[in-house]
């Protein structure tokens, strides 16, 4: 089954506004992505964290990771208009280095 | 100076037929993937190619097949298109198991 749910499924903030969202997962892994999906756009790549640590920072992004309870958490500082997008994450299992496992994804919009 | 070019951009067609979507990378990444992203967003692995070589091969029917010319190029072959195919289908590339760069999708509907 896929892995991977995210919550909120979406998400409307007022600009300048700290926007969190969280994903869960079923199986063990090796490291876990954030991606954003800018509407009628392919993903991008914004940060990797790996299963040995707990938290990143990346500009106005900050993920944290808990193996234990196989949950992650993206953070996003001081909303822009310009954030507004479908953000997802995905996991990359430590027998698989090349399968991405893409959760839900969950739509942000940031009103100006 | 597009990374990762996918053509063509949409796809229309009638039910049965079949059709090609190529995708080609300029990074010089040694792997290059196929997603299928459903009209609920919901992205799923399709295919990867490392080197030329087939890697994953996910629960696909029979009617995509995946072509690899070389490192820089990975086509996508479907037949007998049915209405189910109507989708998003996105290439990706990575160099081993860094983070992938996708190209902006094909948007295949189906009549």
């Known amino acids: 089954s896929q892995q991977g749910e995210e919550d909120p499924q979406a998400l409307s903030i007022q600009e300048g506004e700290n926007a969190t969202m969280n994903c869960s997962y079923k199986?063990?892994?090796?490291?876990l992505q954030w991606y954003r999906q800018n509407s009628g756009r392919g993903l991008v790549h914004l940060i990797l964290?790996?299963?040995?640590?707990r938290e990143k920072h990346s500009g106005r992004l900050r993920v944290t990771l808990d193996t234990s309870k196989k949950s992650s958490s993206l953070l996003i500082t001081a909303s822009r208009a310009a954030d507004t997008a479908s953000y997802f994450c995905?996991?990359?299992?430590?027998?698989?280095?090349?399968?991405?496992?893409f959760g839900s994804g969950t739509r942000l919009l940031v009103r100006p | 100076d597009t990374a990762v070019s996918q053509t063509p951009k949409y796809l229309v067609t009638q039910m049965g037929n079949d059709k090609s979507i190529k995708c080609e990378q300029n990074?010089?990444?040694?792997?290059m993937y196929w997603y299928k992203q459903d009209s609920k967003k919901f992205l799923k692995i399709m295919f990867s190619?490392?080197?030329?070589?087939?890697?994953i091969n996910e629960t696909v029917p029979n009617r995509f097949s995946p072509k690899s010319p070389d490192k820089a190029h990975l086509n996508l072959h479907i037949n007998s298109l049915e209405l189910g195919d109507s989708a998003v289908y996105f290439c990706?590339?990575?160099?081993?198991?860094?983070?992938?760069?996708f190209g902006d999708g094909t948007r295949l509907s189906i009549l």
């Open positions: 199986t063990s892994i090796n490291n």
């Open positions: 995905a996991t990359v299992k430590g027998d698989s280095s090349y399968k991405l496992i």
């Open positions: 990074l010089g990444h040694d792997t």
């Open positions: 190619y490392n080197n030329k070589e087939l890697i």
């Open positions: 964290i790996r299963s040995n640590e």
């Open positions: 990706a590339s990575s160099q081993d198991s860094q983070p992938q760069h």
